[in-house]
């Protein structure tokens, strides 16, 4: 039999985790504070406690996908008897700090415990592109490695319980500033008659995904220094920077999303990187406020 798993929190993301693992073929028992959430997980076969305590009974594995980690901790303080013996994955988003507390915790009421970062959104969730970062008892992980897979394929990153989440929340804050230079560029062009639809996929999909593939070059400068003079130095980068924010001025565009990007360009010139490649930001952030 396949491992029976528990469910807690059936938010857009609990239920898509729920569903997975209906479809994988695990025994699921399900908890919800609100009674009677994502009603179409009866029909897959999920089990409904009618406590967290009488759904962590039912299962080896427990995976927790709750709002933040206040909501884990008020839900799973209460159960700790309960969880003593059984592995709990917290694929609830939180700070490494805060993960490292939390497995604290459970190491101190005999439960093995996994932190988990979900690289996904619920619709993509069991699909070939979802992947989920854990860190924490290396035990667990490979004990139910395979179990976990069926959601998303499980990135182990590290013992330290909190990298799973330094990593998450490190590649969230590459994904924001990207997609809101997406949004940018599609306020630019609809204040035209220009379809966004089309813009986007001929013209915004190919260019991000072209300078996506320019990345690892810019890691590779950052560890081993640079092969060469910079392709695009940074002083020709923040010259020509403030045409972009002069375009979104005429075109009635709110500019302030290309401002931190402006300053910090303009920092680096200051800082006499102007001859260097994008990879000079990187110790100036690094270097803090
Ligand atoms: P939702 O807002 O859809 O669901 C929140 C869940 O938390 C619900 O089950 C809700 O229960 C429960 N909850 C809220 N407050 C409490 C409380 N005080 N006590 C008990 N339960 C509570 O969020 P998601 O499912 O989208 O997200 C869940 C986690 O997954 C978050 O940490 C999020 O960062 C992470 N995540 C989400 C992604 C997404 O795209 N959705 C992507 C990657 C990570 P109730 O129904 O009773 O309100």
Redesign the pocket.
């Known amino acids: 039999m396949r491992t029976p798993v528990t469910v807690l ?7 898509a985790l729920a569903r997975a693992f209906l479809a994988a073929g695990h025994p699921t028992t399900v908890w ?3 009674p009677g ?1 994502s009603p179409e997980l009866d029909a897959l076969g999920a089990t409904r406690a009618a406590t967290a305590a009488e759904a962590v009974a039912a299962g080896r594995l427990v995976v927790v ?4 980690d206040t ?1 884990v901790r ?2 799973l303080e209460p159960l700790a008897a309960e969880l003593t013996g059984r592995t709990l994955a917290n ?4 700070l490494p700090s805060r993960a490292r507390a939390l497995a604290d915790w459970a190491a101190g009421h005999g439960i093995e415990f996994l932190d988990g970062g ?1 690289m ?3 619709v993509m969730i069991g699909g070939p592109e979802a992947f989920i970062l854990y860190s924490g008892s290396t035990v667990a992980f490979e004990q139910y490695e395979h179990d976990l897979a069926a959601a998303a394929r499980p990135a182990y990153v590290g013992k330290d319980p909190g990298l799973a989440s330094l990593h998450d929340f490190t590649l969230l804050s590459a994904m924001y500033p990207m997609l809101g230079g997406a949004a940018h560029a599609l306020a630019l062009i609809s204040r035209e008659d220009i379809s966004p639809t089309t813009f986007t996929d001929s013209y915004l999909v190919p260019w991000l995904s072209a300078m996506l593939g320019q990345l690892p070059a810019m890691a590779k400068d950052l560890e081993h220094g640079p092969d060469g003079p910079a392709g695009s130095n940074l002083a020709m980068q923040a010259n020509g920077f403030h045409e972009l924010v002069d375009l979104a001025v005429e075109q009635g565009v709110d500019p302030r999303m290309l401002a931190p990007m402006e300053q910090l360009l303009r920092r680096a010139v200051d800082a006499g990187h102007g001859d260097e490649d994008l990879a000079a930001l990187v110790p100036l952030l690094r270097a803090g406020a």
Request: hydrophobic share 40%; with cysteine; aromatic share 0%.
């Open positions: 929190g059936l938010g857009a993301m609990g239920t919800n504070r609100t959430r996908c709750l709002l933040d909501t008020a839900t694929l609830t988003s939180s979900i996904a959104v619920p």
